[in-house]
């Protein structure tokens, strides 16, 4: 089991900058394949970006070019700098764990197992 803790959200303006940190505990080993989801009210889950092990990655349309995934392997840490933010980014950001992924199923959230509390991102315009 790996445990997650989410950090770093809060309120920004509308072409401000975030970033979120997730520290992971709890696991051996490599592969490890880790993502950030996002929710807000009514809908579901919608993975936005994902990495794996410090190498492929796989980002949604939505925040291409704008957010950032990154891994610190020596920290247990992963990163999601968020920039250009829109009031559409507001929302519960989750970071999400599962020990290897498919690299086409790296954004769905039937492919984790370990998630996060959340930290909530909310822009104004």
């Known amino acids: 089991q790996v445990q997650l803790v989410e950090s770093g959200g809060g309120s920004v303006q509308a072409g401000g900058s975030l970033r979120l940190s997730c520290v992971a505990s709890?696991?051996?080993?490599?592969?490890?394949?880790m993502a950030w989801f996002r929710q807000t009210p009514g809908k579901e889950r919608e993975g936005i970006a994902a990495?794996?092990?410090?190498?492929?990655?796989s980002y949604a349309d939505s925040v291409t070019g704008r957010f950032t995934i990154s891994l610190d392997n020596a920290k247990n840490a992963l990163y999601l700098q968020m920039n250009s933010l829109k009031p559409e980014d507001t929302a519960m950001y989750y970071c999400?764990?599962?020990?290897?992924?498919?690299?086409?199923?790296?954004?769905?959230?039937?492919?984790?197992?370990?998630w996060g509390q959340g930290t909530q991102v909310t822009v104004s315009s």
């Open positions: 999400a764990a599962v020990k290897a992924c498919l690299k086409w199923l790296m954004l769905q959230e039937s492919s984790y197992n370990n």
């Open positions: 990495i794996e092990d410090d190498g492929p990655t």
């Open positions: 709890g696991y051996t080993g490599s592969n490890l394949c």
